[in-house]
């Protein structure tokens, strides 16, 4: 599904507000966008002739299932399945996204938020760049970009990730790193971008095993993109290196200026009436983004040692460092080889809860039900000293220049199947776990008119 087919969609659900009046990408219109997250929105008069902007198009899990085609429980599942057997996307003529070139760009006709008084400058924060590997092939890959001049921007590339390791071979060789940045990419491309498969596994193919991806030669570099983005920029990564930042990150706090690589472009490509996507940095979005990819790899993981039935990185932990992992425990060990196997599946994950699958991942009290009547610190608490952890913890041991370091806790909150002698219980004791339920009733016999849930 197309940015554009997505917000028809909305508008045609009643979801989506739209704004008339012009907005100013510089501070308004960030701030109206935070004021109204959650809710998908179109920037008619962004002030840049030709463009709308969209904003609060993944702020939702249910934004994900629509473009899927799959309910809330379905969307893991489709995550696994494409992870599991990407699929070759095939090429086409004619792509929209190529309905106008412009060989002269000038990135100032662009509506390039500036969400902040005290950031860098403007930033692309929704761009998926397509580049090629010469060992390992295509990557695709978020990166936030700062606008630095009409055809430059510095671009924050994580160290040791796919754009960062084809560039140093790039400028090994003497030459810059040919860049596709796509712009208002369907949400199916945008999931896939946020993957981190293994090295050489092409995210555009995991973006074919999702939904149709069709895609086009770039026009100037030689590289492929999503047909249906609303816009691509074609250029090059260089050797040099600007300064990146100050910008907020997924914590919404600032992060610090770094020197970054400079991407140079050399020709822009558009469909008629383009419309950019906005993303607001630390807003839900940013944490869907985030988080969600993250939870089939932790199915995946903890498929190998339980059955595990759903996972939810849960938003409290800034859709990151927390998950809950459902499984239908088999064995008295189940929910230990859980928490151990989710670690494994999310390098990042600072806390796991493990529930059974009559607990709903999704639903904090629940979780927290499961938590406060199955669970005791001295036998089901799982603590790890010291272990490789996510930059974005600031309560983490950070020095620079190397990978950071936590303690990590799981919690195994599945009925248990030992007491404290070891004696196995019965299915009997066991089933004294589950909460009790009253048979439905029908209402409409005793209370005329609604009944308020
Ligand atoms: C909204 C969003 C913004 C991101 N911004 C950046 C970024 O600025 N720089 C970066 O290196 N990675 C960023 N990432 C993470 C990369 O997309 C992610 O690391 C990618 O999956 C790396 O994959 P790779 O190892 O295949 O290159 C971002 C992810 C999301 C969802």
Not at 164 to 179: C, F, M, N, Q, V
Not at 366 to 385: G, K
Not at 439 to 446: A, G, K, N, R, W
Request: hydrophobic letters at 45%; a negative charge; glycine letters at 8%.
């Amino acid at each position: 599904m197309s940015l554009r087919d997505f917000l028809a969609w909305a508008a045609g659900e009643g979801q989506l507000t739209t704004i008339h009046r012009p907005v100013n990408p510089e501070l308004e219109m960030a701030r109206v966008a935070h004021a109204l997250e959650g809710r998908p929105l179109l920037f008619t008069d962004p002030q840049r002739p030709g463009w709308q902007v969209a904003a609060g198009v993944c702020a939702r899990r249910e934004f994900f299932a629509w473009a899927l085609g799959t309910d809330l429980p379905g969307i893991v599942p489709r995550l696994v399945e494409a992870l599991n057997n990407p699929v070759a996307p095939p090429l086409m003529a004619d792509a929209p996204c190529q309905q106008v070139v412009e060989r002269a760009p000038n990135l100032g006709a662009l509506p390039i938020l500036k969400h902040l008084p005290g950031d860098g400058g403007p930033y692309v924060t929704a761009a998926v760049a397509v580049i090629r590997d010469p060992d390992l092939g295509r990557n695709v890959s978020f990166h936030r970009l700062m606008q630095i001049g009409p055809r430059a921007f510095s671009a924050r590339i994580v160290e040791g990730r796919g754009t960062d390791t084809a560039l140093r071979k790039a400028l090994a060789a003497g030459r810059g790193l040919e860049i596709a940045i796509c712009l208002g990419a369907p949400i199916h491309v945008l999931l896939a971008a946020a993957m981190s498969p293994a090295m050489g596994v092409d995210e555009l193919a995991i973006a074919q095993a999702l939904a149709p991806t069709p895609l086009a030669r770039a026009v100037s570099v030689d590289l492929e993109v999503p047909a249906e983005c609303e816009a691509i920029l074609e250029g090059r990564i260089t050797g040099q290196l600007a300064g990146e930042g100050p910008f907020i990150d997924l914590t919404e706090t600032w992060d610090v200026v770094r020197q970054q690589p400079v991407i140079e472009i050399d020709c822009i490509t558009h469909r008629r009436s383009p419309i950019y996507h906005a993303l607001l940095p630390g807003g839900l979005e940013h944490r869907l983004l985030m988080g969600l990819p993250r939870e089939p790899t932790i199915f995946r993981a903890v498929s190998e040692v339980a059955d595990c039935r759903n996972v939810s990185i849960t938003p409290g932990g800034m859709s990151w460092l927390h998950a809950v992992v459902q499984i239908a425990k088999n064995s008295p060990d189940d929910g230990r080889l859980a928490i151990e196997a989710a670690f494994q599946g999310h390098r990042s994950l600072k806390h796991v809860v493990v529930v059974d699958d009559d607990v709903d991942p999704f639903d904090p009290a629940a979780v927290e039900w499961a938590i406060a009547t199955r669970f005791q610190a001295d036998r089901d608490l799982l603590v790890y000293e010291d272990q490789p952890s996510s930059s974005l913890d600031p309560s983490a041991k950070l020095v620079p220049g190397q990978k950071a370091r936590s303690a990590k806790m799981g919690l195994d909150a599945t009925i248990p199947w030992l007491d404290s002698r070891g004696r196995r219980l019965s299915q009997l004791e066991r089933d004294g776990f589950h909460k009790v339920r009253y048979e439905p009733i029908d209402l409409s016999q005793y209370i005329d008119g609604s009944v308020d849930a």
